[in-house]
C-alpha cells in the first residue's frame, strides 16, 4: 500500500475517533443542562413559596385587616402608615407574581393568569397601582406586563370593578 493511502486512513480513523468523543461529550453536557434546569425551576417554585409563606406568617390581624381594606377600597386607608404598608406588601406580591409569569415555563404556572386574577379582584390594588409609586419601584418589564393587565381589567369592568374569574379546575359537576 501507498503510504499516502495508510496516512489516509490513520488521519480518517483519528477524525473519528475524535467525532465519537466530542459526540460523547455533547450527551453528557446536554443532560447536565437538563439537571441544572430541572434544579434551576425547583429553585424557583422554592424560592415563590418561601416568600409567600413568610409574608404571610409575619402578618398580625391589623395588618390582615389593612390589607383586606386596601385591596377592595383604597381609599379606606386613611393613614399614611396603612397606605405605606399596604404599597409595600403589594410591591412584594406583584414581585412574587412576577417571578410565577417570567419563568411560567419553568414552574409550570400559566403566564399572567395569577396577576390577572388577583389584579382582577382587587380595585383597590389596582387603584394604588395607577395613582401612587407602586410602578416606580419595579423594573420595566414588569411595569409593561402589569400596566397591559390592568388596562385590560379597567376597560372590562371599569376602574373599581371586580373581574369574576372562573376556575380552571376540570372536573365541575
Known amino acids: 500500500m501507498d503510504l499516502v493511502v495508510i496516512a489516509q486512513i490513520i488521519t480518517g480513523t483519528a477524525t473519528l475517533i475524535v467525532a465519537i468523543v466530542l459526540s460523547f461529550q455533547l450527551r ?87 396577576l390577572k386574577e388577583y389584579l382582577g379582584s382587587s380595585p383597590g390594588v389596582r387603584h394604588a397601582y395607577r395613582n401612587s409609586t407602586i410602578r416606580q419601584q419595579l423594573d420595566l418589564d414588569s411595569v409593561n406586563i402589569i400596566d397591559e393587565i390592568v388596562r385590560e381589567i379597567d376597560e372590562e369592568v371599569g376602574l373599581d370593578g371586580i373581574l369574576e374569574t372562573e376556575s380552571s379546575y376540570p372536573y365541575k359537576k
Open 28 to 114: 453528557q453536557q446536554n443532560l447536565q443542562l437538563r439537571l441544572q434546569h430541572k434544579d434551576f425551576a425547583q429553585q424557583i417554585k422554592n424560592q415563590i413559596g418561601e416568600r409567600r409563606t413568610s409574608a404571610t406568617l409575619s402578618l398580625t390581624s391589623s395588618m390582615r385587616e389593612t390589607l383586606v381594606k386596601g385591596r377592595y377600597d383604597y381609599s379606606a386607608l386613611k393613614k399614611t402608615e396603612e397606605r405605606t404598608f399596604f404599597h409595600q406588601w403589594v410591591i412584594s406580591t406583584l414581585e412574587i407574581m412576577i417571578m410565577k409569569n417570567l419563568y411560567s415555563e419553568e414552574t409550570g404556572h400559566q403566564e399572567s393568569q395569577h
